[in-house]
């Protein structure tokens, strides 16, 4: 840090992605990326009709992937919102609709990046704990009184509430809003898109980076109210107005044109989820009930940190938090059947040498 830094951020702490080696071939089943490249239609898209147009701007509204998305969740035009990532979302919500009276609740354990987001702009937040085995009580939420943000399925625990819970939790707190961030809703989840109809506080987002197999584009986008899209327009005008690039605009269109690909691909992560917590389940570990691309794990015998350690020093990624409620746990992002079989055969021969 220079001495220039603003006094704002001096305290700042900022997040730490996942691992992105760029040194050798690992197995990575650490950043819940998708095993699949993306679909035939976007390698078509990305094409070089679409390069030669690189020196003019993108479209500021996106109108044409908005269009699509509209009309593949039922929604209109106006109730939909595009950002770089969902990341970018996250920034805009919490720049939009928090403040001193309005602060943010969101779960002790969950996405990393949530209390960040908070301390950037210095609001005061609320961690609430969750319950027993990592549950969410949505008890816990009902009129609170805050600006609430809840990933459903929750990260990295994997575990989901259903659409009806979600709802007591929005209709009792008419007068915050609600995000839900559905980043990995496609594996087992049910949706609450269809409550933004009813709900004028109620927004969710979305990610083009796990399921649909975009992580590198940057893409993610909110379906709500027009009045909260509104709002979020107008951080986002004010912040970068041309925040999605042409390319991943293409892409976006093609992987939203593409749909059939994608839920095949959805099942067999589904499955390999099934396999690999079974396989685990044989080896003793305790994993989670997951509905995400991702299962959080642990060993009776070996500290998380060590299967970290020990995973990566042979070659498989996966993700640890050196943090107390979590530190024995382990997550796992599921990918393709023969990276699950490497990852099952680094764990035996591990626990192997711990004998
Ligand atoms: N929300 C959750 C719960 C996540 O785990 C992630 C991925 N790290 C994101 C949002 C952000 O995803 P992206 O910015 O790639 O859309």
Known sequence: MSRFISQRFTNLEAYVPGEQPQDKRYIKLNTNESPFPPSPEVFAAINAQ?????????????????????QFYGVGMENVFLANGSDELLNFFFMAFCD????AA???VSYGFYPVYASLYGLPH???PLREG????????????KNIVIANPNAPTGRALGVEDIEKIVRTNPDHVVLIDEAYINFGGESCIPLTGKYKNLLVCQTFSKFRSLAGGRLGYAIGDSGLIQDLEKIRYSTNSYNINRLTMAAGIAAIDSNDYYE???RIIQEN?????????????????????????RSPRIPGGTLYRSLKARGVLVRHWDKPDIADWCRVTIGARNEMEIFLEKIREILEEAK
């Open 273 to 297: 989820r099934a396999y690999t917590i079974s396989e685990l389940d044989k080896l003793g570990f305790e994993t989670l009930p997951s509905q995400a691309n991702f299962i959080f794990t």
């Open 100 to 103: 001193e009276s309005r602060p």
């Open 134 to 145: 990592f549950v969410l009580d949505p008890a816990d939420y009902c009129a609170i009184g």
């Open 50 to 70: 679409e390069v030669e147009k690189l020196n003019l701007y993108p479209d500021p509204e996106g109108r044409v992937l908005r269009q699509r998305l509209a």
């Open 106 to 108: 969101f779960p002790a």
């Open 126 to 128: 609320d961690a609430v």
């Open 264 to 266: 095949k691909n959805g």
